[in-house]
C-alpha cells in the first residue's frame, strides 16, 4: 500500500527546494509572515492577511488558515 | 545632562513647542548613556501634553499587491519580484476585521489599499465597507488609499471617514531616493486637500530607508511643520525581493533615540508605533518606546505581515498603568 506523503516539497517562505537544504531563516521570519508558496506545488499563493489571522489560497490545493 | 536636553525641558515641556531641526539632530545624534535621559523627557512631554491614554488601532489591508507605483521598502509593489500577490478584501470579511479590532478595545480601524490613489471600483467598495462597518460596528474609520483628487477627499468626509492616512514615508531630500513614481510635493499636495477638509491627518514614515541622521532630522521637522494629528513610526522591514530587501534593520537604541526626537519635536501628537517594531525593538524596546514618547499602537496584524497578538500589546499597557483611549474621549 502507498500513501500520500505529507511532507512540504517546497519553502513556504521563499518557494525554494524544502528537501535539499533547511531554511532556518525562513522559519524564523515565518513567525511574523504568513506563507507565500503552495509548500505542495510551489505556486505563489492569494494571501490576506486580517487584524486576527490570514487566509493563503493555491488554485491548485485550496485554503489554507493560521 | 547635554545641553539640548536642558533647553528641550524648558521649551518642549514647559511650554510645548517642539524643538527645530537642529535641535533634533542634536538629539538623534546624543550619546548612549544620555538616551535614558532623554526618553524619560519624551514621556514627561508626552504625558504633559497628551496624557496617559494610549490609541489602540487595528489596519486592514482592503487591496493588497499589485500597486503600479516603486516605493523601494514595499512588497505591494507589482514593479518588483515580491511574492505578494494582488487580492482584494470582500464586504463582510471587512466588517468581521473592524469586529475583531474592536474586541480588542481598539477605538480606530484603518483601512488600506495599495494603489496609487483610488479608482471608482475602489471608492464604491470604500462605501458600502464604511457604511456597512459603521452599521455593525463601534468604532472611528480612518482610511488610507494613496493620492486623492478634491472629489474624493470629499467623498471619504461624506462617508464619515474621520481620519486620512497619507505617509511622506522619508524627508524631501531623501524620498527621490525610495520613489520615482511620485513626488513628495504630490503627497503633501494631498495631505494639504485633508488637512483643509476637517478630516484628522495621519502622516508619518519609516526609518531605515538608508537615510542619513541629519535626513532623519530634516523629516521630522517636516512632519512638525505639517503638524499632524497622528504620527505613525515604522521600522524597516526589509522585503524579500524589494530593493530594500538586503537592508541592515534599525539599531533597537537608534529606533529609541528616533522615538524621543520625534516626540520632542511633536509635543502634541498622536505618535504611534507602526510597523518594524518587533524586529527591531524585540519586547524590551516596544516597552521602552511607550515609556519614551509613544502613546499609540497598532495591535494584531499588519497588511502583509503579522504583529504580536493584540493581548501581548494589552498586557504591556495594563502593567505601565496606561488607559486604552476609550472611544467616548475620541467623539
Ligand atoms: S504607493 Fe503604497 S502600496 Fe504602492 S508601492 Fe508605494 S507604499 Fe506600496
Ligand atoms: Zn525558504
Ligand atoms: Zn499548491
Same mark, same amino acid.
Given at each position: 500500500m502507498t500513501t500520500m506523503t505529507t511532507t512540504e516539497l517546497w519553502c513556504d517562505r521563499c518557494g525554494e527546494s524544502a528537501t535539499a537544504t533547511a531554511h532556518p531563516a525562513c522559519a524564523s521570519a515565518r513567525q511574523l509572515e504568513p506563507p @507565500?508558496?503552495?509548500? @505542495?506545488?510551489r505556486r505563489r499563493m492569494k494571501v490576506q492577511v486580517l487584524p486576527v489571522g490570514w487566509s493563503a489560497v493555491c488554485v491548485e490545493h485550496g485554503e489554507i488558515r493560521g | 545632562m547635554p545641553e539640548i536636553l536642558d533647553q528641550a525641558r524648558t521649551q518642549v515641556l514647559g511650554d510645548g513647542v517642539g524643538l527645530d531641526q537642529a535641535g533634533i539632530l542634536a538629539v538623534l545624534n546624543l550619546p548612549d548613556e544620555h538616551l535614558p535621559a532623554a526618553l524619560q523627557l519624551a514621556h514627561d512631554v508626552r504625558m504633559r501634553w497628551c496624557g496617559p491614554e494610549v490609541e489602540v488601532e487595528g489596519i486592514v489591508s482592503l487591496k493588497t499587491g499589485g500597486c #503600479?507605483?516603486?516605493?523601494? /521598502?514595499? &512588497?505591494? &509593489?507589482?514593479? /518588483? =519580484?515580491? #511574492?505578494v500577490r494582488s487580492v482584494w478584501l470582500d464586504i463582510p470579511s471587512l466588517v468581521e476585521a473592524a469586529k475583531q479590532t474592536a474586541a480588542t478595545g481598539a477605538t480606530e480601524f484603518c483601512i488600506v489599499a495599495a494603489v496609487r490613489g483610488p479608482d471608482d471600483r475602489l471608492m464604491k467598495q470604500m462605501r458600502e465597507g464604511v457604511a456597512a462597518i459603521k452599521a455593525a460596528v463601534d468604532i472611528q474609520v480612518a482610511a488610507s488609499l494613496g493620492m486623492l483628487s478634491k472629489e474624493q477627499v470629499d467623498d471619504l468626509v461624506d462617508m464619515g471617514v474621520h481620519r486620512y492616512n497619507h505617509n511622506l514615508e522619508t524627508c524631501k531630500s531623501y524620498f527621490p531616493n525610495v520613489v520615482t513614481t511620485h513626488s513628495w510635493e504630490e503627497r503633501w499636495e494631498t495631505l494639504r486637500m485633508v488637512r483643509d477638509s476637517g478630516m484628522e491627518v495621519c502622516c508619518g514614515g519609516i526609518l531605515g530607508l538608508g537615510e542619513t541622521v541629519e535626513q532623519r532630522a530634516e523629516f521630522a521637522a517636516q512632519l512638525a511643520e505639517l503638524n499632524p494629528h497622528e504620527v505613525p513610526l515604522n521600522f524597516l522591514n526589509p522585503r524579500p525581493g =524589494? #530593493?530594500?530587501?538586503d537592508r541592515p534593520v534599525v539599531e533597537g537604541k537608534d529606533a529609541l533615540r528616533a522615538i524621543a526626537a520625534f516626540r520632542l519635536a511633536m509635543p502634541r501628537t498622536i505618535l504611534r508605533y507602526a510597523g518594524g517594531r518587533e524586529i527591531t525593538l524585540g519586547d524590551l524596546g516596544t516597552r521602552a518606546g511607550l515609556l519614551g514618547g509613544i502613546n499609540a499602537v497598532i495591535v494584531g496584524n499588519y497588511l502583509t505581515t503579522l504583529g504580536r497578538p493584540a493581548t501581548a500589546d494589552l498586557e504591556l499597557l495594563d502593567e505601565l498603568k496606561m488607559p486604552v483611549k476609550a472611544l467616548s474621549a475620541t467623539l
Open positions: @507565500r508558496f503552495c509548500p @505542495r506545488c | #503600479p507605483e516603486d516605493c523601494h /521598502f514595499c &512588497s505591494q &509593489s507589482g514593479l /518588483f =519580484t515580491s #511574492p =524589494t #530593493p530594500l530587501g
